[in-house]
């Protein structure tokens, strides 16, 4: 039985009552701040900003002002995803009776997050006499769930408790129906002349004399408790400890890169995006105390281990870096299912969708501790798996997930195929699950050709397609392991599904294929992205792949900027819809990555540099989640979206997959394969160095000279060999 509905999942819909045009973000570990651009974090925004930690909004209110007036935003740079600069500026005030004049005060912040939010303040007089100001800051925590913040409405909420005040120190603290006792604790330096406490906010007050070009600095430090416990390290009276807790960043930060891919090539912006995209991997890999490490999806909605998302980036980013694919599948094994448990739609051996720490979590109004409502992040963990050893030649680590395998493709073939066709379908079991299960789990993510919502169970093509590349990639696996009898097995079942899919699938009079089956087996020949998907799996023959790629390349689906998840012929498009209309860069990739597996370099190289176009429109050159689905107009740029996650660890990815598939990268059994390699034209040379392979490392250099792209060899280390077809 079906528990689910559209109303209750509606819950989970992002609709945050406040939406803001411009947000930025850092993010160290389990914490991040989401500001506007100069800084402030508005009192009572009921959007996405704030200090967050675990799922929870320990600062929701941040905001300063000199003798009452707001300062002037001049600029902001955030460097190596890590550390930001803000500059602001002066409005006209009175000081002592005199007029000060606009822009002769200046203002600088510096910020990050480490074991805690950091801020110092640096004020310049650049007026010829000496000043004297009243800044103020005022400050407030209201301790709200991240799915509150979503749009979900509750009930009732735990007791807001006394503030606790100290000379130099403020902390807020709430009782939640968790029962567990959050607190945030916010150190000044030097001492407030003044800290005073009115309804929900406190204000904090410095009357500072300011002499003319002396540099007056003031510091603040952000400390989430949980139950009292701090994960304050770098605590040091006069600066907070921000000079420890910066340079700790700058070596953690330089360590990643020196295990990352570099990129060097003729086009400076270019690589820029990269460099920005590798600090941004970092950014979104946490560390779990007692469990491990993984990639988060996305800030501000996201920031947390997600099956799919995870799974996905990691195999995106086997180019830069991976040991994040090693550590996300130790991560998701973990959290494997283990019973079958309609609440959390859990069942033996399926990966999880989301795991939350939050007060709803805990305090089981939501289901995510972890839920299991996704149809195909099990086959993305063998994908993962098989695609990992193949570039590393880690038998050890296949070894230890040999029965995380064989579970996983147990699920499938015992739970994922509902009703024993031979497809993966998806129902949802849980009162406040998900009713869509593949990646456009919005609720109209699926919808028919006259704009309805199918009933289920739900077969999608892509999942197909992930489930044949899943059987084929595990028989390998398996003959790795010395068990050719399940190979044999496993290459039979890949078989039959193949037919089948071919079979049911395939709509002769669109040459392309269904979007899904529903609940009755009929086909829902709706023209989304999706079917794009299955390219690279292997699961289509030739002819039909070249079908399929000529139809997404038409365009009412390919909008200039990229392909769209929906073709603006269909009753349901919307370009700015989450999942019927608009562009996302990690679709398009995977898309993109097929078109070369098929041979399409001409359409992959459009979809490139469409996307390397559109990044000079985004903050950082950082694609984003997601951007609306508008048809490309002469020099105007893609319009974006107004919530979307940004950073988001697939759209991340999505940059190292297509350059992946551009350079005809592949990576087996201790050897590298540049197979017929492309540079796009705004790129005449490209050097990659520090490919890990196997147990090697290699550098290649790509010229492109007229039409042609040529790889040379720079260096290796260790036993590897670069092979050029």
């Known amino acids: 039985m079906n528990l689910c509905n ?38 009572g925004d009921m959007g996405g900003l ?22 002037v935003f001049l600029s902001r740079t955030v460097r190596d995803s890590h ?47 000496t000043l004297e100001i009243n800044l103020r800051f005022k400050l407030g925590a209201d301790f709200a769930d991240i799915f509150e913040i979503r749009g979900i409405h509750r009930d009732n909420r735990g007791d807001f408790l006394k503030t606790d005040f100290k000379r130099q120190q403020i902390t807020f603290n709430y009782l939640g129906r968790d029962n567990i006792k959050r607190s945030t604790k916010i150190n000044f330096y030097p001492t407030p002349a003044k800290i005073l406490e009115q309804g929900n906010y406190v204000y904090v007050d410095y009357n500072l004399r300011l002499t003319p070009k002396k540099k007056n600095y003031i510091y603040l430090k952000v400390v989430p408790l949980i139950g009292q416990k701090s994960s304050e390290i770098f605590y040091v009276p006069n600066d907070l400890g921000f000079k420890k807790a910066s340079q700790s960043l700058i070596d953690s930060y330089q360590a990643w890169k020196d295990e990352c891919l570099k990129v060097f090539s003729d086009n400076k912006r270019f690589d820029y995006m990269l460099r920005v995209a590798i600090t941004d991997l970092r950014s979104l890999t946490t560390n779990y105390p007692g469990v491990g490490t993984t990639l988060e999806a996305g800030i501000p909605w996201y920031a947390a281990p997600f099956g799919r998302d995870s799974l996905i980036t990691a195999w995106q ?6 040991s994040l694919a090693k550590e996300t599948l130790l991560f998701m094994a973990k959290f494997q299912g283990k019973e079958v448990n309609s609440w959390k739609d859990e069942q033996p051996g399926k990966i999880m969708h989301e795991l939350r720490f939050g007060e709803m979590a805990k305090a089981g109004e939501i289901p995510h501790t972890p839920y299991y409502g996704s149809v195909d992040s099990t086959q993305w963990f063998i994908i993962l798996l098989a695609d990992y050893v193949r570039w590393t030649g880690d038998y050890n680590l296949l070894n230890e997930l040999e029965k995380p395998l064989t579970e996983a493709l147990n699920w499938c073939e015992l739970y994922g195929d509902m009703d024993k066709d031979g497809f993966i379908e998806y129902l949802c079991q849980s009162e406040k ?15 028919d050709s006259f704009g309805k919502i199918p009933i289920g169970p739900i077969a999608l093509v892509e999942v197909q397609g992930y489930y044949y590349k899943a059987l084929t990639d595990a028989a390998e696996l398996f003959e790795y392991l010395g068990n050719k009898t399940k190979a044999k097995d496993l290459r039979y079942k890949a078989e039959q599904l193949q037919k089948n899919f071919l079979k049911y699938f395939w709509l002769d009079h669109k040459g392309f294929l269904a979007y899904a089956l529903d609940g009755q087996k009929n086909q829902i020949e709706t023209i989304v992205s999706n079917p794009g998907h299955c390219l690279f799996t292997g699961i289509l023959p030739q002819q039909k792949a070249c079908q399929v790629i000529k139809r997404l390349m038409k365009p009412d689906v390919f909008s200039g900027w990229g392909i769209r998840t929906m073709s603006t012929e269909e009753v349901a498009y919307n370009p700015i819809s989450y ?4 562009v996302w860069p990690h679709d398009n990739s995977i898309i993109g990555y097929g ?17 390397f176009e559109s990044t000079a429109f985004f903050n950082h050159m950082r694609l984003p989640e997601l951007f609306c689905g508008f048809t490309r107009r002469g020099k105007i740029g893609p319009v974006k979206y ?14 190292f997959l297509m350059l992946r598939a551009l350079l005809g990268i592949e990576c087996q059994n201790n050897e590298i394969h540049v197979r017929n390699p492309y540079l796009p034209s705004f790129l005449q040379t490209l050097k990659l160095e520090n490919i890990k392979v196997g147990d090697g490392r290699a550098a290649l250099e790509f010229t492109r000279k007229s039409d042609k792209t040529y790889c040379g060899v720079i260096g290796t280390e260790g036993n590897i060999k670069v092979i050029f077809e």
């Open 83 to 129: 550390f930001a600069q803000v500059e602001l500026t002066n409005k006209e005030i009175i000081s002592n009776g005199m007029l000060v004049p606009l822009q002769t005060i200046h203002l600088r912040l510096l910020r990050m997050v480490n074991d805690g939010f950091y801020q110092r303040l640096r004020i310049i007089n650049f007026n010829k006499n």
């Open 6 to 43: 559209q109303t209750q999942h509606g819950e989970y819909r992002i609709v945050p009552e406040d939406i803001q045009e411009s947000i930025e973000v850092l993010k160290e570990g389990r914490m991040f701040i989401n500001s506007l651009p100069k800084g402030e974090i508005p009192c």
């Open 317 to 322: 980013t086997l180019l830069v870096n991976p």
């Open 433 to 447: 699950g998900l009713v869509n299960q593949g990646w456009k789990d919005s609720d109209d993510g699926v919808i």
């Open 579 to 582: 999942h019927n209309g608009t």
């Open 595 to 611: 078109f070369r597996k098929m041979g399409e370099v001409t359409s992959l190289q459009r979809l490139v540099e469409a996307f």
């Open 642 to 655: 107004p919530i979307a996650c940004d950073p988001q660890a697939w759209a991340i990815g999505s940059i």
């Open 50 to 71: 704030g200090f967050f930690f675990t799922d929870t909004r320990f600062l929701n209110c941040m905001e300063m002002r000199i003798n009452d007036t707001e300062p």
